[in-house]
């Protein structure tokens, strides 16, 4: 699986937008974009995951650049509970075992 | 919607006990997958289960042992603690036909004295 690199630390004003950037340069054709979030001890949750398409849903937009070698998580009006580490993973989504490798991934803090 | 469940939420042990933690998956999900996270540190895989099959390991070690049962809930041995093995251990499911999205429990909080 490909490795990413994220900031380690960003500040969002309430009620703003977070944009949460990731590099995946040696990420492989069959390799998907994923993103969890993990508030304070509570088990990692799914935000969002995509493949080469820009993707949304009720919780986050995911850019992916053309090239696939970087995306953005965008949290549209980031609250005070988007407080959390948001990790972004590359994965192949067929591989029979299908692990998660979390790297450092990006403390957000989200300031009212 | 119904989510991952693990129990015990907490446990405290001594050192050379054993202890099970066990998992129950999303309900129709075939794949369960065991993950350790220690003090500041980010989760680390541990196992998966595939169809009662193992289907992945990482770094656990030769101390732990896992199963899936043919309900799918999964169980998580572990013996001869030592305080290393103090951390968060979460349990993840998937459907396999269906992306393979894991899905977390809350995690079972694993504390060895």
């Known amino acids: 699986d490909a490795k990413t690199t994220q900031p380690p630390s960003m500040d969002c004003a309430e009620g703003r937008a977070a944009n949460l950037p990731c590099n995946h340069s040696t990420i492989s054709g069959n390799e998907y974009v994923y993103w969890y979030r993990q508030i304070h001890s509570q088990g990692p949750q799914y935000i969002i995951h995509g493949l080469k398409n820009n993707e949304t849903n009720e919780m986050a937009s995911l850019i992916i650049t053309e090239d696939r070698k970087s995306s953005t998580l965008i949290l549209p009006h980031a609250t005070l509970r988007d407080t959390a580490v948001y990790y972004c993973?590359?994965?192949?989504?067929?591989?029979?075992?299908?692990?998660?490798?979390f790297g450092q991934g990006t403390e957000l803090s989200v300031k009212p | 919607a119904a989510g991952v469940i693990q129990s015990p939420r907490h446990l405290i042990k001594e050192k050379r006990e054993t202890a099970t933690l066990k998992c129950y998956p999303i309900?129709?999900?075939?794949?369960v997958y065991w993950y350790q996270q220690g003090p500041g540190q980010d989760p680390q895989f541990l196992i998966s289960?595939?169809?009662?099959?193992?289907?992945d390991k990482g770094s656990i070690p030769d101390r732990f042992s896992a199963q899936q049962f043919s309900d799918y809930h999964s169980e998580l041995n572990m013996s001869s603690l030592e305080l290393g093995d103090s951390a968060l251990y979460f349990c993840a499911s998937s459907l396999r036909n269906s992306g393979r999205t894991q899905y977390f429990g809350p995690g079972t909080r694993l504390l060895v004295l």
């Open positions: 289960f595939y169809e009662k099959m193992q289907s």
């Open positions: 309900p129709r999900h075939d794949t």
């Open positions: 993973i590359v994965r192949v989504t067929y591989n029979q075992g299908g692990k998660l490798i």
